[in-house]
């Protein structure tokens, strides 16, 4: 057994509680952002606060690391990051939490996410999938499948929409740790210069799309979402992923997302009233043993 005092078994250690605390953040945002919406807040409201607040905390590193080169990164790079986890992939987040109900997204996000890293890993890495990781997601999948098709029968309107929102989160959000690995690319550098641009891009983007309603939403939510969408779930949430991953690798950070559909469903319940019904249970519950199967495999 490896002893504590081993550096490198602290760091992988280190490298699991960071995952922890970013599914756990991941997890209850759903629920909390879905709650802004329902509560007077746009989603345009949401991106302004979620990048203006984290492009302005993280301006000072960008401009330290280098503007020249996008702090060392490349522009190219750069602008690819930004896509799967800036303005674009959080847009479709923030539009999906408006039209389908937070449990939707806490399980298809992730559930894509983990679909993604282990075919990813696959065809860059060479990580062949075992028995156990195709079996889970093929249950992952089915229970994908199911939820999509719980959203046609909903009462609520454009379900559907909204969790095909949360597909193409999932896509995006997949395939940022991969890029982050497969570049050697440093996670804070990387959310620093994404958190940036994509609060130079939210501000045309939010009045050339209508606005919001911010000028005229409480002080208290404002700071609540503020904090919230960008220091929780950008400065510090996407910072602890990319640390976490890039320590001990994308096989085994994959073993943490079945987390955040747990999280995410319960939460949902106290804050927003939101049970979901039989077949959305059964669609979670699929997807849950399905991520659980793909953690029995070896990292």
């Not at 890495?125 to 046609?152: D, E, H, M, N, Q």
């Not at 927003?272 to 059964?282: D, S």
Request: aromatic share 8%; hydrophobic share 55%; proline share 7%.
């Amino acid at each position: 057994m490896t002893p504590p005092s081993d550096p490198a078994a602290r760091n992988t250690h280190l490298a699991y509680l960071a995952m922890i605390g970013a599914v756990l953040i991941f997890g209850a945002n759903f629920a909390i952002s879905r709650h802004g919406l329902q509560n007077g807040l746009t989603p345009n409201d949401m991106l302004l606060l979620r990048f203006l607040v984290a492009g302005i905390v993280l301006l000072p590193l960008v401009l330290k690391a280098g503007l020249k080169d996008a702090c060392g990164i490349g522009w190219g790079r750069g602008l690819v990051l930004t896509v799967m986890s800036g303005l674009p992939m959080s847009t479709f987040m923030m539009v999906g939490l408006k039209y389908a109900p937070a449990a939707h997204g806490a399980t298809i996000a992730p559930g894509t996410v983990t679909t993604i890293g282990a075919l990813g890993g696959w065809l860059l890495f060479g990580a062949k999938p075992t028995r156990a990781l195709a079996i889970g997601i093929a249950i992952v999948l089915c229970g994908l499948a199911l939820i999509g098709f719980s959203g046609t029968k909903s009462p609520l309107p454009h379900t559907t929409f909204g969790d095909l929102c949360f597909l193409g989160v999932g896509l995006f959000w997949g395939g940022y740790p991969l890029l982050l690995q497969l570049w050697k690319i440093d996670g804070l550098l990387a959310v620093a210069l994404l958190s940036v641009l994509s609060a130079v891009l939210v501000i045309p983007v939010y009045f050339l799309t209508g606005g919001g309603t911010i000028a005229t939403a409480p002080l208290s939510a404002i700071l609540i979402h503020g904090i919230n969408q960008g220091i929780l779930n950008v400065v510090i949430g996407l910072w602890l992923w990319a640390y976490a991953v890039k320590t001990v690798g994308v096989s085994s950070a994959g073993r943490f997302p079945p987390l955040i559909p747990v999280i995410g469903t319960i939460c949902a319940i106290p804050l927003l009233g939101e049970w979901p019904v039989p077949l959305q249970w059964a669609g979670v519950g699929l997807i849950c043993t399905g991520l659980f199967i793909t953690t029995l495999r070896k990292a």
